[in-house]
């Protein structure tokens, strides 16, 4: 029976999985992922993708807003950003799509690092209106910057080539977009392990103190920022190629109040957070439209006044959520594994 884990060293103490169950549940997670694509319809495949580019946006923001403290409303624009970098990139100077991936981030770090500048003598609700009003700004250029961005034309891209093998269908984008989430993930992870992720969580819970020890609070903000926007700009990117274009209707502000939902449904300060409430944010609302379309298959009249509701219902299963679990999905999985690990023991 599994009782516990004694650490004789720094290293074993500090490691991600600290011993052999949860090393064998990652590798049947991996294996499962793998196959996924195999027996997965097409549609299915679709949603994957969608949900793996959430994730890498969502566990971006968590990182500036969870961990290190700084609300945010405009992590959409820090994606659009990404995204109409990596399509002009790859349309008008035909650059590759491996070229494209971290210049897209590179260019949404260095707008996140613009916009956290007032995060130095702001916070709270007057910080998430300065970023509201980054998202706006970012909005207008999007649409009213027809020579760079192609207006409400937008622009359209071709399907990513890497080495010769063009990724043109949702099958072998899977295989693109989990690469991806898997280096992300474990980059946030890690992030966490080092001096600066801890300088993070120390402004996050007292900004003050953290100055008095020596944190730079300038410097660490800007990080933050600066590394949520290039999450983005990474989720952009694969979000233009995977769509073949990109329009400034995908980035609206609607779109960064559905990442906000996204890290607090799942859990504030939580890489397994992030990526649960991404999934959540992505398939429950698939869920509930096909649910109302089975009822109205059995009740024909009751179409208009059902899928009116889609939103509302998934707002109230939302708000029902955080009421009975504050602190989401992600705790109700530590729960879980914490049961098991005491099991049979109540204590």
Not at 97 to 115: E, H, N, R
């Amino acid at each position: 029976m599994y009782i516990g884990d004694f650490k004789e060293t720094y290293a074993s103490d500090q490691a991600v999985f600290s011993n052999f169950t949860s090393r064998f549940w990652l590798g049947v997670l991996f294996l499962t992922l793998l196959i996924f694509p195999f027996v997965a319809g097409d549609y299915f495949l679709f949603m994957a993708n969608l949900a793996g580019i959430a994730i890498i946006g969502a566990v971006g923001l968590n990182i500036l807003t969870g961990f290190a403290g700084q609300i945010s409303l405009g992590h959409a624009a820090f994606i659009g950003v990404g995204g109409y970098t990596a399509a002009i990139l790859s349309t008008r100077f035909n650059l590759p799509f491996l070229l494209c991936l971290p210049l897209s981030g590179f260019m949404a770090a260095f707008f996140g690092i613009i916009v956290g500048g007032p995060s130095l003598r702001l916070k709270g609700l007057y910080l998430c209106i300065a970023t509201l009003a980054a998202q706006l700004i970012l909005e207008f250029v999007f649409v009213h910057w027809e020579s760079v961005t192609g207006g409400i034309r937008g622009i359209n891209v071709s399907a990513p080539d890497i080495f010769g093998f063009v990724i043109d269908n949702d099958f072998k984008f899977y295989f693109l977009t989990l690469v991806m989430v898997i280096l992300c993930v474990t980059a946030a992870r890690n992030l966490f392990r080092t001096r600066v992720g801890r300088a993070f969580i120390a402004i996050r819970d007292r900004d003050i103190s953290a100055e008095l020890m020596g944190i730079n609070l300038m410097q660490y903000k800007l990080y933050a920022f600066g590394v949520s926007s290039f999450f983005a700009g990474i989720s952009g990117c694969l979000w233009v190629n995977f769509l073949k274009t990109v329009t400034p209707e995908h980035f609206p502000l609607m779109e960064s109040v559905r990442y906000l939902a996204m890290i607090i449904v799942g859990g504030m300060g939580s890489i397994l957070g992030s990526i649960l409430g991404a999934i959540f944010m992505t398939i429950v609302p698939e869920v509930i439209k096909t649910i109302l379309g089975l009822i109205v298959n059995v009740f024909p009249t009751a179409m208009s006044f059902l899928f009116p509701f889609q939103q509302v219902i998934f707002g109230l299963l939302i708000v029902g959520f955080l009421i009975f679990e504050p602190h989401g999905l992600a705790e109700i999985w530590y729960r879980i594994k914490n049961y098991f690990h005491l099991w049979p023991f109540d204590h």
